[in-house]
């Protein structure tokens, strides 16, 4: 048991290192600017609308939901590889490996749910009244149900279950308890909590006995590892993740084959870069993330001025998001197969953040138009703040290519 704990303390504390060693590159200046402007905007409009509540919405319903998606917790059990031959004789040995791992699982996570709660505390004390305790139930709920779910989860998983199952009847059992509770009142949400920890009492019975799915277990460990990798990659390199690449059918219609004219060295990397955005199993979706996110911020906000504002921060950082792909193209295979001058690639790599500049810009335009008819000419500023970033981007790298000349 001594030993079952030791092992995890240190794979949880490597864990905590590397996510602290890749966060400092996640928050820095930039993107911690976005963020506190994305929350006064948000703010802002949230305070603004809740003034007026539209009415016939089922926001009870509305908040169950998502709540409940958030309540349901990845598991984490820190597994490797090589666990599958090396801790095998010693399942018997791991129960307090695995308590550690459903902890762990439940801390790492618990921020979520918290947050959606937040943000629907001046909502709900307008809408309930004098039946606000029953939000306040809603709150206590969302810290049990998650390591109730986690614990089911585990028995599931050591049962050869698979994964969307167990996630499917918890949304179930989430969302009824939550939505009957702000609906009904306190008693449902009890009666949820009964029927989990029954589902639990009763998973344990159903497993007496049974082995571990060690490719189960490490096959989820993995992946949750990827898909951290990959939203880190999105701001630094990650040695260990290979970028893969993905058809997008709807994008074809930018990676025409360029006629013979446009078929030298002067827009190969051009597009190379375009190619290595549009195909990218990443980049592409941050990228477009970060879009909607802009987009529904600007409608959201009823003042032109700071819409502008956020329109023009959104184009700086999305411009900033792609900086990524000189890297992978100048430094990467194809330089070594058609040597090209270094000018020849920095050309390429500007007309490519022109042409993103255009259609991000023409975007935001479109939707802030839409919005602020009257103010049309602030979008003005949307497009000089994208040329001044991809000025400087271009500026620091010719400065790079001449430091290593050096």
Same mark, same amino acid.
């Given at each position: 048991?001594?030993?079952?704990?030791?092992?995890?303390?240190?794979?949880?504390?490597?864990?905590?290192?590397?996510? $602290? %060693? #890749?966060?400092?590159? *996640?928050?820095?200046?930039?993107? +911690?600017? =976005? !963020?506190?402007?994305?929350? @006064?905007?948000?703010?802002?409009?949230?305070?603004?609308?809740?003034?007026?509540?539209?009415?016939?919405?089922?926001?009870?319903?509305?908040?169950?939901?998502?709540?409940?998606?958030?309540?349901?917790?990845?598991?984490?059990?820190?597994?490797?590889?090589?666990?599958?031959?090396?801790?095998?004789?010693?399942?018997?040995?791991?129960?307090?490996?695995?308590?550690?791992?459903?902890?762990?699982?439940?801390?790492?996570?618990?921020?979520?749910?918290?947050?959606?709660?937040?943000?629907?505390?001046?909502?709900?004390?307008?809408?309930?009244?004098?039946?606000?305790?029953?939000?306040?139930?809603?709150?206590?709920?969302?810290?049990?149900?998650?390591?109730?779910?986690?614990?089911?989860?585990?028995?599931? $998983? %050591? #049962?050869?279950?698979? *994964?969307?199952?167990?996630?499917? +009847?918890? =949304? !179930?059992?989430?969302?009824? @308890?939550?939505?009957?509770?702000?609906?009904?009142?306190?008693?449902?949400?009890?009666?949820?909590?009964?029927?989990?920890?029954?589902?639990?009492?009763?998973?344990?019975?159903?497993?007496?006995?049974?082995?571990?799915?060690?490719?189960?277990?490490?096959?989820?460990?993995?992946?949750?590892?990827?898909?951290?990798?990959?939203?880190?990659?999105?701001?630094?390199?990650?040695?260990?993740?290979?970028?893969?690449?993905?058809?997008?059918?709807?994008?074809?219609?930018?990676?025409?084959?360029?006629?013979?004219?446009?078929?030298?060295?002067?827009?190969?990397?051009?597009?190379?870069?375009?190619?290595?955005?549009?195909?990218?199993?990443?980049?592409?979706?941050?990228?477009?993330?970060?879009?909607?996110?802009?987009?529904?911020?600007?409608?959201?906000?009823?003042?032109?001025?700071?819409?502008? !504002?956020?329109?023009?921060?959104?184009?700086?950082?999305?411009?900033?998001?792609?900086?990524?792909?000189?890297?992978?193209?100048?430094?990467?295979?194809?330089?070594?197969?058609?040597?090209?001058?270094?000018?020849?690639?920095?050309?390429?790599?500007?007309?490519?953040?022109?042409?993103?500049?255009?259609?991000?810009?023409?975007?935001?335009?479109?939707?802030?138009?839409?919005?602020?008819?009257?103010?049309?000419?602030?979008?003005?500023?949307?497009?000089?703040?994208?040329?001044?970033?991809?000025?400087?981007?271009?500026?620091?790298?010719?400065?790079?290519?001449?430091?290593?000349?050096?």
């Amino acid at each position: 048991m001594n030993d079952a704990k030791t092992l995890y303390n240190l794979r949880q504390k490597e864990e905590v290192l590397e996510k $602290l %060693k #890749y966060n400092k590159f *996640i928050f820095n200046g930039h993107f +911690l600017i =976005f !963020i506190t402007i994305m929350l @006064g905007a948000f703010a802002l409009g949230y305070s603004n609308w809740l003034k007026d509540i539209p009415q016939n919405i089922n926001y009870r319903l509305i908040v169950s939901l998502v709540l409940s998606i958030c309540s349901i917790f990845p598991m984490r059990t820190l597994f490797r590889e090589a666990d599958k031959l090396y801790l095998l004789p010693f399942e018997k040995h791991l129960s307090t490996y695995i308590k550690k791992a459903i902890t762990y699982s439940y801390i790492n996570r618990l921020y979520l749910p918290v947050v959606i709660l937040v943000i629907g505390l001046p909502l709900f004390y307008q809408l309930l009244g004098s039946e606000f305790h029953l939000y306040i139930t809603v709150m206590v709920l969302s810290f049990i149900f998650p390591i109730l779910g986690l614990v089911i989860k585990w028995f599931w $998983l %050591k #049962y050869g279950l698979e *994964i969307w199952g167990v996630n499917v +009847l918890l =949304f !179930i059992v989430f969302a009824s @308890g939550y939505y009957t509770t702000l609906k009904v009142g306190m008693l449902s949400g009890l009666l949820s909590i009964v029927i989990l920890i029954a589902l639990i009492i009763l998973m344990e019975n159903i497993n007496r006995g049974t082995f571990y799915q060690w490719e189960t277990l490490v096959s989820l460990e993995h992946n949750h590892k990827m898909n951290y990798y990959k939203f880190v990659n999105m701001f630094t390199d990650v040695k260990v993740l290979n970028e893969r690449t993905v058809r997008r059918r709807y994008l074809d219609v930018f990676l025409k084959v360029p006629r013979s004219k446009k078929f030298n060295q002067d827009y190969m990397y051009k597009y190379l870069f375009v190619r290595s955005f549009a195909r990218g199993k990443d980049a592409f979706f941050i990228v477009l993330r970060f879009l909607i996110i802009g987009l529904l911020l600007i409608w959201w906000i009823d003042q032109s001025v700071i819409s502008a !504002i956020l329109g023009a921060l959104i184009m700086y950082l999305l411009i900033l998001q792609l900086s990524q792909f000189y890297k992978q193209q100048a430094y990467g295979l194809w330089p070594q197969v058609w040597p090209v001058s270094e000018h020849q690639v920095i050309k390429g790599y500007h007309q490519f953040l022109i042409n993103m500049m255009l259609i991000l810009g023409v975007i935001l335009s479109i939707i802030y138009i839409v919005k602020f008819i009257s103010t049309t000419y602030f979008v003005v500023v949307f497009f000089i703040v994208g040329w001044l970033t991809i000025d400087s981007s271009i500026k620091k790298i010719k400065k790079h290519q001449e430091l290593l000349r050096d």
